[in-house]
Each structure stands twice: as structure tokens, then as C-alpha cells.
């Protein structure tokens, strides 16, 4: 999800109509400087590379969230690996409901859940953090203001002022995160291909390239920029995932790029649960492409690159590990499944997924929590995708501590030395 997927929110509506601090100790075995390992043959470069080809676990993917898995899991089990890294998100806008950068220090609620940075901060006083980092146009015409001003480039929407406000919130944001004293992974304009976030290639481009300069002139040393594909299996304009060249056209160039992303929320198996309801728009409820080409897509666009690949956002969407049922994700009408079907279906595919391609895959970051409780994705039984009562489709509940079953084998799947944990 995003800002969360505030955004992604959109997707279901945009498709229908054609047209998601403080000091401390970071995890030991992430390095805050430039590093580098060898896999395969291809030595990876990136700020905050795991050391000895490991991969770093990430939750989230708000303050609620995180705070809900301490309690119930990691205060009353000392064994359960904490996460070695945290999800929380925000946004730089000037027309924005909630205010720019809003999360950082105070209560927000976009819908999805609380974002508070600080008390995120407090709790995992020893996990690096990932970043979501929203700049999305808010004026509904995709006119592409917040990336354009961040970038400097004017224009009768883009003002000498906005570009001000833009830049300062820029160095804002960077100065909170460099105080935070801990590794960063700054996802910019994450989901960047995602077409409910209608971002323009050219100013997207300048305004990352903006934002990595920024990070060296303020010697934000521990922040890694992190660029992330929504790797959605579908066209709209003007994203044209069947395009050879789709990925290089967004691509900001090597020197600004630290790591590579992209969003999992769909396995091999995705035809046999979260993609059953073709019949009921079979125009876009049918992928173009698989999901898995996507996501080996950006895989090999990594390799390529030499960049290290973050798997920024996943979820078994759709499934209910709390109910134990699963769904279209376009619309709600559940049927039961076991928890050892949700697990071999969806969470295992994912972690053999991780292992078979650690040469570039080495940060992985799963989204714990009960989606259908929380407003943005609330989905009302038979209700279909882009209706009032199902406007972001139904996502389900993927809280691993729903399912006794679940949390165990993944506690098992993280107590394996190739992940970093705290």
C-alpha cells in the first residue's frame, strides 16, 4: 500500500473509468556508509547494503500497525526476530488536507492507519527505516506541481514561491531524517509507473535527481535513495508496461538511483485467488502480463544496473489470515481456506521468491495489518471495486499474528541467518 496508497487508493476508481526521532543503534550489519558485496559475479554498490549478502527485513506500514505487532508479538515472545527495518510514509505538498511532510512529529490518520515518526522512532530504537515519500499532484489534472517545483522547473502552475516551499521542505525533510541518526531507505515517488499517481517522467526524474544532491550537499550519509516500481500488470497511459523501454524512461541515471524497488502483492498463484473475478470486467480485471514478469522485470533491470533491490511493499492481498478466507481482490465475496493454503499459496512462494534471487533481492518489506478495518480500504461484503462501499477494492487482513500457524512458520522463515533483523 502507500501513503499510504492513499493514491493506490485511486487505482481501482481511475481503472474502472479508464479510465498506499531519535538517536540510536542501527541494525549492525547494515552499514550507514557506501558498501559493497559480491554475488554471482556482480558486485552490488548501494548506501546501506547488508553485509555478507544478507537481506534486510522490513515492516510496516504505520505507527498503529507497528505499534499493534510489539505488543502482541514481540513483548510476550523474546525469540521473534524484531524487524530490522520499519515503514512509514508522508508527503510534501502545499495543498494538501493534512499539511506537508505531516506524520513527522504529530498523529496523522489518512485513513490507513496513524503515521508518527517519532514514536515509530522510540519503539524501534534499533531498526533502520524506510521512507514513503508521497509527491504526488494534488490539483486532480496531473499537472505534475510538487516534482516540477522540487525541480526547479517553472511554468504558469509553478511559481518562484512554490518552488521555495518545495525546496525548504525538501532540506526539512532530510534534516529530520538525518537526525533520526540511522539507516534510511527514502523511497522517492515511490510506485513511480503506478498510474494512480500520474507522475510525468521528465520532472519526476529532475525532482529525484534534486533530492540525491540535496542528500550530499547536507551529508545525509545513512539516507539511500530508493527507486520504486509499482510493477502493475496492466497499461494505462501514459504507462505502458508492455513497452520494452518503460522502466529506462522513469529511470533518474545511476548516479542519483542508491537502490532499485518494487511493489509484490501477487505470486505465481495469483489466478487462483486474488485474480478470479475476470467476468465481472474482464477489460481490467485480466492482466496484460503476469505479475511475476514484472517483478523479474525490475529484477533484471536491477542486475543490469548493478543495484541492489528492495521489495518495498508486499501483502497477500486479499487473503484474510485473521477469518481465513480469500478473495478477488476487486471486490469482496470471500470463500474459506486454510491457513496452510494462505501460507503455501502466497507467504511461502515470497520467501522462496527472496531466497532464489539474493544476488540483487536485499531488502524485503512486508505490510502487517487489518486492512478491512481501516477506512481507505474498508470493502463491504459483495461489494465490487470503485463503488462507494468498496472504493479501493478489498484487500483483506495480513496481520501475521492472526494465525497461529502463520506466526509461527514466520518466525521460523526469519530466525534463518539470511535475514537481518534488529
Known amino acids: 500500500m502507500c501513503f499510504q496508497c492513499l493514491y493506490r487508493a485511486l487505482i481501482i476508481s481511475a481503472l474502472l473509468f479508464s479510465v498506499s526521532a531519535c538517536t540510536t543503534n542501527y541494525p549492525k550489519s547494515v552499514k550507514n556508509t557506501t558498501a559493497s558485496t559480491s554475488a554471482n559475479n556482480n558486485e552490488l554498490h548501494a548506501v546501506n547494503l547488508p553485509e555478507k549478502g544478507k537481506v534486510l527485513f ?35 505538498s502545499h495543498n494538501f488536507k493534512y499539511g506537508s511532510l505531516a506524520g513527522l512529529t504529530s498523529n496523522v490518520d489518512y485513513g490507513s492507519g496513524i503515521n508518527n515518526f517519532v514514536q515509530t522512532l522510540k519503539e524501534y530504537p534499533n531498526s533502520a527505516l524506510a521512507v514513503g515519500l508521497d509527491v504526488t499532484d494534488n490539483s486532480g489534472q496531473c499537472k505534475s506541481i510538487p516534482t516540477k517545483a522540487i525541480a526547479g522547473i517553472a511554468d504558469k502552475d509553478v511559481t518562484p514561491e512554490l518552488i521555495s516551499f518545495y525546496r525548504a521542505e525538501v532540506d526539512k525533510l532530510i ?17 513511480f509507473d503506478g498510474p494512480w499517481n500520474c507522475y510525468e517522467a521528465t520532472p519526476y526524474k529532475a525532482a529525484f535527481v534534486y533530492i540525491k544532491q540535496r542528500l550530499l550537499a547536507l551529508h545525509a550519509d545513512k539516507i539511500a535513495t530508493v527507486w520504486q516500481s509499482a510493477a502493475w500488470p496492466r497499461n494505462q497511459a501514459p504507462y505502458i508496461v508492455t513497452d520494452a523501454n518503460h522502466l529506462d524512461k522513469y529511470y533518474p541515471g545511476n548516479d542519483a538511483v542508491d537502490w532499485v524497488a518494487f511493489s509484490k502483492f501477487y505470486g505465481l498463484s495469483y489466478k487462483e485467488h486474488q485474480w478470479t473475478c475476470d467476468a465481472l470486467n474482464p477489460e481490467w480485471f485480466t492482466p496484460l502480463v503476469t505479475p511475476r514478469s514484472q517483478q523479474d522485470r525490475v529484477l533484471n533491470f536491477a542486475r543490469a544496473h548493478k543495484k541492489p533491490v528492495m521489495i518495498a511493499e508486499s501483502a497477500p492481498t486479499a487473503y484474510s489470515t485473521s477469518e481465513l478466507t480469500s478473495s478477488c481482490v476487486f471486490t469482496n465475496r470471500t470463500s474459506s481456506i486454510a491457513a496452510e493454503n ?25 505490510i502487517n495489518t487489518n486492512w478491512h478495518t481501516q477506512n481507505m480500504w474498508y470493502c463491504a461484503p459483495n461489494a465490487t471495486a470503485g463503488t462507494e462501499k468498496c472504493n479501493q477494492g478489498y484487500w483483506g487482513d495480513s496481520r501475521i499474528q492472526a494465525n497461529p500457524l502463520i506466526l509461527a512458520r514466520f518466525k521460523q522463515q526469519l530466525q534463518k541467518d539470511i535475514f537481518v533483523k534488529q
Open 342 to 366: 494462505i501460507w503455501q499459496s502466497w507467504f511461502q512462494e515470497w520467501f522462496d521468491y527472496v531466497e532464489a534471487n539474493r544476488d540483487v533481492i536485499r531488502a524485503a518489506a512486508y
Open 58 to 92: 522490513v515492516m510496516g506500514q504505520d505507527t498503529e500497525t507497528l505499534s499493534a505487532f510489539r505488543n502482541d508479538v514481540l513483548l510476550k515472545d523474546s525469540q521473534f526476530p524484531t524487524p530490522g527495518g520499519v515503514t512509514l510514509y508522508t508527503k510534501i
Open 175 to 191: 534534516g529530520f531524517l538525518k537526525d533520526a541518526n540511522r539507516p534510511i531507505f527514502l523511497r522517492i515517488g515511490y510506485e
